[in-house]
């Protein structure tokens, strides 16, 4: 399998700030999801595949090019940023005809290939409107129809989810899917929520706070998410009595009861374990459960796990 | 037409449109209102001739109008692209940025020079309007429209690479023409020489011979000369430091 982004140990750092540190990948061929929290670095690694800013230190290759001060690589590369940035006084047709001039396209070139994109993203009917009328949904489409107008090899797709309803989302979802499905481009698509970027892909990269903490297929990703220890609260009745039996379990690193033993905080390091062991713990000490929630079984306790692993 | 010929010409239409689209034209109307009541005033008292509408032309277009204009506009036209983000577009295409950067210089020279030529030619009809002798008006008229054009590619080349460079350059453009060019370009001696505007004013004295600026004292080829080599350094460099912009 072909890579068609590798970075080697890139920092990216903007004065006393730090965008991207030691950050390693190899992105293969298909759709890639980029995931992590807000500031985890994903939008500075577009910037740094499109040549917006360059690498403090480290080796970057897009498609087997350098990206910085190298506008010929642009031509096979599709940006769609997680920003609005579109000019509300243009049409769609106007934008895309805009586009396509700065990618030095020829105006019968342009004009069919503009009906074709603009069919793609299901915005024929509305190309003709001024876009500062344009729904949140539209604006999305007509983004990602200026990234793939010139028909790039590899598309870069921002935040495209980005506050979207349900239904645009899932149109956008089946959308990225049908651009490398039936159109055959690779694409890395960033999101800072891990089920969404499930329902276009299987291929992941988690980012945070700058670097690359686990790459591969997502069902490893979330065997991480299992694996990791949890602190888990359980309330209700009984609870001396649980406690008891979960201290003799391997799993259960420690236990904090509450003054009003109404309550615990239970660590365990197979989360897994615990919460299939569960039931049958219940049953045996007679206790009642009112509450048991993990209170790390979310993305962030993931990353803040991985990074300190 | 060649890719880097059809991204230049994509470049100088869009921008120059987004230009004209801005809703400082209201502040240009506004200037250029006022030109004309000031020159159409001036021309209705004792003494109005010639040589007073090239003296105001000199001092309201020349002085005033043709560098304000284009520290509003040139200073603005990328700074406020990378401020809004609506560059990406520029960027992330496969044009050459130095060509992106000229697709810029050429929309701000087209669009200011329609402006101060429209502005010219209201101010000096309205003087002629009401002045009892026009003879030689609309030679002055033509004069300053040229000049002026020579002036939009200088003060053009400057403030847009200002705006290239710097996060707020409307303070230094506002510096250059007030402090520099108005008050140490007025102080007696060679300092006074060293201004877009005295250059252009040389430039004038070689085809006005009415009012002050016909009594300005050099030589009008080496003047047009110095600020058109200004204009291709400065549009250079503005090109190179735009190629070397990482928009964050």
Redo the contacts between chains.
């Keep these: 399998m072909t890579n068609v982004v590798e970075a080697r140990n890139i920092s990216k750092w903007y004065k006393e700030v730090i965008g991207l540190n030691n950050f390693s990948i190899e992105v293969p061929t298909g759709i890639t999801g980029i995931v992590g929290p807000n500031g985890a670095g994903k939008s500075t690694f577009f910037k740094l595949l499109t040549g917006n800013i360059k690498t403090s230190v480290g080796e970057l290759s897009v498609l087997g090019q350098k990206p910085w001060r190298n506008p010929s690589l642009l031509a096979h590369l599709g940006f769609c940023p997680d920003y609005d940035f579109l000019p509300p006084e243009l049409d769609g047709r106007e934008y895309l005809r805009f586009v396509g001039g700065l990618h030095g396209m020829e105006p019968g070139q342009m004009t069919t290939r503009v009906d074709e994109v603009l069919q793609i993203v299901n915005m024929a009917k509305d190309a003709d409107r001024a876009m500062g009328g344009y729904s949140k949904g539209m604006r999305q489409r007509i983004k990602i129809a200026g990234s793939l107008l010139h028909n790039p090899q590899l598309l870069l797709l921002d935040e495209p989810l980005t506050g979207t309803d349900p239904v645009i989302r899932k149109e956008i979802i089946d959308l990225i899917k049908d651009l490398h499905k039936v159109h055959g481009h690779d694409i890395i698509v960033s999101s800072h929520v891990l089920h969404e970027i499930e329902r276009m892909t299987h291929q992941v990269a988690l980012i945070y706070k700058g670097r690359a903490v686990a790459t591969g297929e997502i069902s490893e990703i979330r065997q991480l998410m299992s694996d990791h220890p949890h602190n888990i609260v359980l309330e209700g009745k009984g609870m001396v009595e649980l406690a008891k039996v979960l201290l003799t379990k391997p799993y259960t690193t420690s236990i904090e009861l509450r003054p009003d033993r109404t309550g615990m905080f239970v660590k365990v390091d197979r989360p897994e374990d615990f919460f299939n062991a569960i039931p049958e713990l219940v049953i045996e000490t007679g206790c009642e459960l009112d509450r048991m929630e993990s209170l790390d079984d979310d993305l962030e306790s993931v990353f803040r796990y991985l990074v300190r692993w | ?4 010929s ?2 230049l ?3 100088l ?2 921008s120059a449109r ?1 230009l004209l ?1 801005n809703r400082r034209w209201i502040i240009v109307v506004l200037l250029t209102v006022l030109v004309a009541a000031v020159m159409g005033y001036s021309a209705t008292q004792d003494g109005a001739d010639i040589d007073g509408m090239s003296n105001l032309m000199d001092f309201l277009l020349i002085a005033f109008l043709l560098p304000v204009l284009a520290l509003i506009y040139g200073a603005s036209m990328i700074r406020n692209e990378i401020d ?3 560059i ?10 130095r060509i ?1 950067y000229l697709g810029y210089y050429f929309a701000l020279v087209i669009v200011l020079t329609v402006l101060l030529t429209l502005a010219t030619i209201v101010g000096g009809l309205s003087y002629l309007a009401f002045s009892p002798d026009g003879s030689g008006g609309i030679e002055v008229m033509l004069v300053f429209i040229a000049v002026q054009f020579i002036g939009v590619l200088i003060y053009s080349a400057l403030f847009l690479v200002m705006g290239a460079k710097l996060k707020q350059p409307i303070y230094l453009g506002l510096f250059y023409i007030f402090i520099w060019e108005g008050f140490l370009g007025s102080a007696p001696g060679a300092i006074g020489s060293y201004t877009i505007r005295h250059q252009l004013r040389v430039i004038a004295s070689e085809f006005i011979n009415y009012g002050d600026i016909a009594h300005v004292i050099g030589d009008g080829t080496t003047s047009l000369i110095t600020l058109i080599v200004l204009a291709i350094v400065l549009t250079s460099l503005g090109a190179f430091l735009f ?2 912009l ?3």
């Design positions: 037409m060649s890719p880097i059809i991204g010409w994509t470049m239409r869009f987004k689209q809004d983000r609506s990406v577009q520029v960027i992330t295409s496969p044009l050459d940025r992106a190629r070397e990482e928009v964050a």
